[in-house]
Structures are given as structure tokens and as C-alpha cells.
């Protein structure tokens, strides 16, 4: 295995841990997931974007109140890694209480010398029909 | 200048390219703002993502077919560089016919040895009511 495969690895594991802590609403798991800086980003469908940890926490704590069933069906994953910098797609299939729906996620990971790969941003839109478009 | 302050700087012109391109929908413009490789992603509002320069290249061929006045108004700009990655997060207010909508953009660019810095990932999602959540 390359060490670009082993990063490839290393990053996918980061990933599927940052949907295991969404999943089971784990506020700490999700905080191991994530850097703890000022710069960190998180766009959640339909939100303007959050920036810091301090807020980026405060959103999962906030959307971890709900307590439908939450289940997340991860297809079309690809991984790309340039040097100490790393960023997944995937698309979410979400099934939320009794609705079944679909946000195409971009989650960039960054490699820290002592805690490794953490997730710096993470942006989620819904795929269908939306108030706005750009075109 | 440190080498971060100015490589931050290019980005930030790259970025500014992206969206003088989008705005005049001028698609060789467009064309040396992206990276041209098969791991190339666009996602538009509201649509799942595109992979690869030639889906995402005819996308801007089809979004540019709308001749309807289109003017960004771009706040809350945040670079981003770690080596030879940058990303930028930013705020699309877009003045499109006479609707007025906010996107929350994330911009990736990879530095390339040729050609500099190049975009390899646009995410724009519309902020306000969308039809579904994460959360």
C-alpha cells in the first residue's frame, strides 16, 4: 500500500467516524471528529455557513436534540489527498423519522502533527428542488 | 509578505476569477479558473454533485445559456492555504433576474506545478428554506 493509499485510508476511517457520531447523536464522538480552531466551517443544508468551533458545536447540540431515528446510507464516496489536506464527497441518503431524503456533502480534513486527520469543514445541500439557484 | 500572506492572496485572485467568469458566463474564462482532471466536483444548489471537468464543464455550458442579468455581491470571505491547498468560503448574494438570493459557497484549489492554482471543487448551497435537513 502507497502512503497516499494509507492517507486515503486513514481519511476514509476520519470520515466514517464524523457519520457514526451524527448517526448515533454523540456529541463528544463528534467533537474527537472535528479541529477545534477558529477557522473550522460547517454548512448545514438550507444554513448559512457557521465558522469556529464554537459555533460548529453549538449547531450539532443543538440538531442532536432531536430525536427522531436517524439513519444515514453513505453512497458515492470518493477521497482525495494532497499532502496534508484531504477532502471526501459522499452523498448522504438519509432516512429522518419517516423521510427519506438526500445532501450532497464535501468534508475537508486536515493533518495535524499531534492529533492527525480532523475534519476542518463540512457542507451538506439537499439534492432537489431548493428555494434558489445560482444559474 | 510571508509566503502564506501571498499565496492567500493568489487564491483569493483565482477566486475573484471564478466569479467574474460566473457573472459575464464566459466559459473560457471558465475553463482556466478549473483544474481539467477526472476528480474535479461542482455541485450547484440543489443538484447532486458533478465529477469530473467534462460534467462540470457542460454545466456551465447549460447554466450560461440563461441570459437573464446575474450580479454577485460576495461577503464573509475566509481564505484558507495549507501547502499546496486553499480553500475559500464565501458568500453568493446574487442578484439573478429580479430575484435576489444568498449561496453559501466553498471553493477548493490545488496548486498545480504548471499551472498554479487551480479550482477543483465548487459547493454552493442556497440558504433558506430548502426542502430537507441533515438534522
Chains 1, 2 share one sequence.
Not at 446510507?73 to 489536506?85: C, K, M, P
Request: aromatic share 10%; proline share 1%; glycine share 8%.
Amino acid at each position: 500500500m502507497s502512503d497516499s493509499e494509507g492517507d486515503a485510508e486513514v481519511v476514509r476511517a476520519a470520515n466514517r467516524a464524523f457519520y457514526e457520531a451524527f448517526e448515533r447523536r454523540d456529541l463528544d464522538a463528534m467533537s474527537v471528529v472535528w479541529d477545534h480552531g477558529e477557522n473550522v466551517v460547517c454548512t448545514h443544508p438550507g444554513w448559512a455557513s457557521l465558522r469556529g468551533w464554537a459555533k460548529v458545536a453549538s449547531s450539532w447540540f443543538v440538531l442532536f436534540q432531536n430525536e427522531q431515528r436517524l439513519q444515514f446510507i453513505l453512497t458515492n464516496e470518493h477521497v482525495d489527498v494532497r499532502g496534508d489536506t484531504a477532502w471526501v464527497t459522499i452523498d448522504e441518503n438519509i432516512i429522518d423519522g419517516d423521510r427519506g431524503v438526500t445532501v450532497a456533502a464535501l468534508n475537508v480534513f486536515a493533518r495535524e502533527a499531534t492529533n492527525g486527520w480532523r475534519m476542518v469543514v463540512h457542507h451538506g445541500s439537499a439534492v432537489g428542488p431548493t428555494v434558489a439557484t445560482e444559474g
